[in-house]
Structures are given as structure tokens and as C-alpha cells.
């Protein structure tokens, strides 16, 4: 395979890496500008407080399981209800990677009206963004709530660390993608570059996944009493997933093309190859001497065959070597 082969056999891996980087850079990018409605729906988990009842029928049954009894519930359903009316808390809150974006609910329709600004290790602190320092809430909430915050607040440093490493690696493997045209030495070193960044893809992507997951259910729980609810955002998960799909292929394909994909020239083989079996002429014929001397040769009736008629009719015996 030439070097015109060779760059269409390394063609679908940068593709497939062009994509994943694409993939990464959206999913950075999401929460960070209120202006533009395809960033905002990019989001790992949306609280929504738009239907807060500040007082709940909180009956035993609606307390069971959330861990909370009935003095805590209704006081904290006393400071939310007092953060909600006096210090602009709004309808919803998004958060992305780097930061949150909140804003006022009409219906089915989310309008986002603020974006924080970005912050590298960001984590989404209730207490802090609903104006709720120094009120003790934190005290209130249920131990599973509690446990659940916390969890976030470090596991959301290390899932940053992985989007970033995993960026910069695909930027590094498109960059290392070109030498790949060369030789499969250039592939072998793609591949490598290829496999970091896809493991960081994937370790980012599951360790999002599970991580507001968990934090969606433990939300919803323990707030239930109160109609705030929390979801995962789906455009993001369908995002950094196919970041994930996208740079699996790329480093399956960078492997096949350092494996298969030779950038050498076919023709100048095939030309030594045709001169070695011109030199050795394993087909060919050399004439042997007539076992018969001088005798003209008679043929199979036995009859003698004129002199003249002998270049044209005579069968000459040659000998394989």
C-alpha cells in the first residue's frame, strides 16, 4: 500500500478524532453562556424549585424515608420558604462543568437569566447559591443528603481532572495524528495517545454519570416533601458519551492502521520479483541433439519426408529445464 493508501486508511480514526474533541469542547462549554439556548441544555443536573410549597401537608407518610421528623421538616421548610421570597432564589438551576446558569420558569419554558462565572473544580454548593449560610440549614439537612453533598463536592474535582486530561490528550493525538501518514511507527505512537485519551474520556463520562445519578436520587428524597425536584440533563450524558463511542473507534482504528497499513510502495517488489524470475527462467526450453543424427525424419508411417518439406514439417525435440 502507497502513501495514497495509507492516508485513506488513516483517514476514519482522525475523523473519528475530530469528533470526540468536538464532543469534549461542547461539553465545557455547557452553562456558560445564558444567551445561547444549545449551551444551556447542555447540563449535567437541573434543580427545580419553581413548584416550592413552603407549607407542605407534611404527614408522616410524605417524612418516610427522606430522614427527616417532623421539627426539622418544618424548619427547614421555614428557611427555604424565607430564602425562596426574600433573596431571589430562582425557578431553576443548571449546572454544568465549570459553573451554573439559573433563571425563571413559564410553563414548560426555561428562560436562563444568569451564568456564575467559570471556576475550575466547580461544584454546586445549595447552601451557598440559595443564600443559606449562616442559617444552620446545613445542620437540618437528612444524613443521606448530607453524605450525598459531600460525596459531590470530591468526586466532582476528580471528574473536572479526567475532562481535561481527556481534552488535552485528543488535542495531542490529532496533533500526533499527522506523523501517522509517514510510517506505522507514527501510528504505533498515535495508538498509545489514542488509548490515554479515551481511557480519560471514559473514566470522566462514567465517573458524570454515576456521580449525578446517585446525587439526583438522594436530591429528590430528601426534598420531596417540599415539590423540588432534580433531573439529569440528557443532552450532555448523549454528548460526552458519544465523545466516549467516538474516541473508542478512533484508538480501534489507529491499532488496525499501525497493524495493516504499510506506507511503502508495492512496485518497486514487484519489479525486483519480475528481474529474479527473468534471471532464474524456471519455464524455459533448450533444443537437444536429434537422437537420429542427419536422418530426415520419416514421421509415424514411415515414410521419408523430401529435404525441402523438412523446416516446415519436422518436429524438433527440446529438452525442460
Not at 432564589?89 to 436562563?112: A, E, M, P
Not at 481527556?166 to 498515535?190: D, K, P, Q, Y
Not at 524455459?284 to 523430401?306: C, D, I, K, M, Q
Amino acid at each position: 500500500m502507497g502513501k495514497g493508501g495509507r492516508i485513506a486508511c488513516i483517514f476514519t480514526p482522525y475523523v473519528l478524532t475530530i469528533a470526540s474533541a468536538i464532543c469534549l469542547v461542547l461539553v465545557g462549554l455547557g452553562c456558560t453562556q445564558k444567551e445561547s439556548t444549545t449551551l444551556t441544555n447542555l447540563h449535567f443536573f437541573r434543580a427545580d424549585l419553581s413548584n416550592f410549597t413552603s407549607n407542605p401537608q407534611i404527614t408522616t407518610d410524605i417524612l418516610k424515608g427522606t430522614g427527616l421528623d417532623q421539627q426539622v421538616a418544618d424548619k427547614l421548610s421555614e428557611l427555604l420558604s424565607n430564602s425562596k421570597s426574600q433573596l431571589n432564589v430562582k425557578d431553576f438551576y443548571l449546572i454544568g462543568l465549570w459553573n451554573y446558569c439559573s433563571g425563571d420558569k413559564n410553563g414548560d419554558d426555561f428562560k436562563v437569566t444568569y451564568c456564575s462565572e467559570s471556576k475550575a473544580g466547580f461544584w454546586f454548593n445549595p447552601v451557598e447559591v440559595w443564600h443559606l449560610n449562616g442559617t444552620g440549614v446545613e445542620n437540618l439537612f437528612p444524613e443521606e443528603l448530607q453524605k450525598g453533598l459531600n460525596t459531590y463536592k470530591s468526586v466532582t474535582k476528580w471528574m473536572f481532572v479526567a475532562y481535561i486530561i481527556a481534552f488535552f490528550a485528543t488535542a495531542a493525538e490529532i496533533l500526533v495524528g499527522v506523523f501517522a501518514i509517514c510510517s506505522r511507527w507514527g501510528s504505533c505512537v498515535t495508538s498509545l495517545v489514542s488509548s490515554v485519551s479515551a481511557f480519560f474520556t471514559i473514566a470522566a463520562s462514567v465517573t458524570a454519570t454515576a456521580l449525578y445519578a446517585i446525587l439526583t436520587g438522594t436530591f429528590n428524597n430528601a426534598l420531596k416533601p417540599y415539590q423540588i425536584h432534580g433531573n439529569m440533563g440528557s443532552h450532555m450524558y448523549a454528548t460526552t458519551w458519544l465523545a466516549v463511542a467516538f474516541s473508542l473507534g478512533a484508538t480501534m482504528f489507529w491499532l488496525l492502521s499501525s497493524c495493516c497499513c504499510s506506507g511503502s510502495s508495492p512496485y518497486r517488489s514487484d519489479k525486483r520479483s519480475r528481474r529474479v524470475t527473468a534471471e532464474k527462467a524456471p519455464y524455459t526450453y533448450e533444443r537437444v541433439e536429434s537422437p537420429y543424427g542427419n536422418t530426415p525424419y520419416t514421421g509415424h508411417t514411415g515414410a521419408n519426408v523430401p529435404m525441402q518439406n523438412m523446416r516446415s514439417q519436422a518436429y524438433e525435440p527440446y529438452r525442460h529445464v
